[in-house]
Structure formats: C-alpha cells, structure tokens
C-alpha cells in the first residue's frame, strides 16, 4: 500500500510537580546543618538566617519547609521593593530566595532588616553565596548582612546522591531500575542539579521515542554529555 504514513511520537514538555514537604525531604551528611536549623526553629541564634549552597543542593526545599511551620510568606530577592517590605514582614515570618550580586534593590533589603528587627521578625535568605562574597555598594547594607550567620549546604555524598536520582524519576513517575540509578550516579556530576537534568532528559526522550527508561537509553543519551 502506498503513501502509508506512519504515526510519530510526539514529546509534550508538561509540568511535574515536585513534592517540597517535610516527609520528601532527603537528608544526609551533606544538608544535616539546613535541616538542624529549619528544625530548630524558632530557637535560632539570630532572627535573621542565612542558608548557602549550590543550585539544588535543596535550599529551596528547605525554605518551603521553614516558610510551612513558621507561616512565612515567600519573596525572590529581586522581586523585593521597598514599598513591598511591610506587607512581605506581614506575617512575622519571610523567605527571600536567591540572593545574589547586582540582582536585589539595597535600599529595600536594608529597609527589610531594620523593620524585621524593629519588628522582632524571622527572615531566611537562601543564595548560592554567603554574604560576604557579595559586592555590596550600601556600606551599612554589607555590614548587616556580613554580620548574619551561614549556615552551608554541601555537594550531595554517594547515598543521598543516589536517592536524588530515585526522587527525580519518582516525582515524574517514572519506573528505573538500580542499573539505571548505578549508571546515572557514577557517570554524572555530583549536584543535585545534574541528577535533575538527567532525569529530565531520559523522560522526554524515553517518551519521544516510544521506549522504557533503561540503562541502553541511558548511555545513548549521556556517552557524549
């Protein structure tokens, strides 16, 4: 028969939610000293926190959780204005994720620390940096926040690595089995961050082409990454 034309599988990139509760949260080594201090609430040393780490190193997690006990309301730093801070300090309570160099307004992260402390509110920044890395231009901005303590996420170690790499396939439903975790925890780098991308790609492209999600695919996908 001719001009048959045959189905192609088409790859729809759809949102997978990723579960950010207490319960998923997988602790090691590597995030002890997050998780002590997001349970030790609201016996913190200071009433302003610093949490420091590498993308996916679980700072976000960590944050969602805080922000659910504690009912804090949830800013980007550079979302942050000075007319925004006393409705954001509403709660007593606030995450101000990714802070970083050149992307916040000083004056409005002053303004935030000094009515947080007039206030006697809880504010948790989370950045890939510790403060004082920054290039601050506000002199007494840099000398706030160089005063905040840091507490440090560290890279993933073997074992929580490799649950990673379990959770991602579990938060987009997707069956593997220890071949394909094996392979994906010797052959990528150690972050949180390329497990996730991994895992991304094996599910579009499992899908795209109409296969399983096994070590075969694996390697194709990753020998020349």
């Known amino acids: 028969m001719a001009g048959r034309v045959h189905p192609r599988q088409l790859a729809f990139s759809l949102p997978h939610a990723e579960s950010l509760s207490r319960d998923n949260f997988l602790e090691g080594p590597a995030n002890a000293a997050g998780l002590a201090l997001i349970d030790g609430w609201p016996e913190w040393p200071n009433r302003i926190m610093w949490l420091a780490g590498p993308e996916?190193?679980?700072?976000?997690?960590?944050?969602?959780?805080w922000a659910e006990e504690a009912g804090a309301r949830s800013t980007t730093a550079n979302a942050l204005s000075a007319a925004g801070?006393?409705?954001?300090l509403a709660t007593g309570a606030l995450v101000v994720e990714d802070l970083k160099a050149g992307d916040f307004d000083e004056r409005a992260l002053f303004h935030l620390m000094n009515?947080?402390?007039?206030?006697?509110a809880y504010?948790?920044?989370t950045g890939?940096?510790?403060?004082a890395s920054l290039e601050i231009d506000l002199r007494d901005l840099r000398s706030r926040l160089r005063a905040v303590p840091v507490v440090t996420l560290l890279p993933p170690d073997d074992q929580l690595f490799r649950g990673l790499i379990v959770k991602f396939c579990a938060d987009r439903q997707l069956t593997v089995d220890e071949s394909v975790v094996g392979y994906l925890a010797t052959r990528l780098?150690?972050?949180s961050a390329a497990a996730r991308q991994a895992v991304e790609l094996l599910d579009s492209e499992a899908l795209r082409l109409g296969r399983p999600v096994t070590r075969a695919l694996?390697?194709?996908l990753l020998r020349d990454a």
């Open 128 to 131: 890939r940096d510790a403060p």
């Open 56 to 65: 996916g190193s679980g700072k976000s997690h960590l944050a969602a959780i």
């Open 115 to 120: 009515l947080a402390r007039e206030d006697g």
């Open 123 to 125: 504010v948790l920044f």
């Open 218 to 220: 694996a390697v194709e």
């Open 189 to 191: 780098e150690r972050s």
């Open 85 to 88: 801070v006393p409705a954001a």
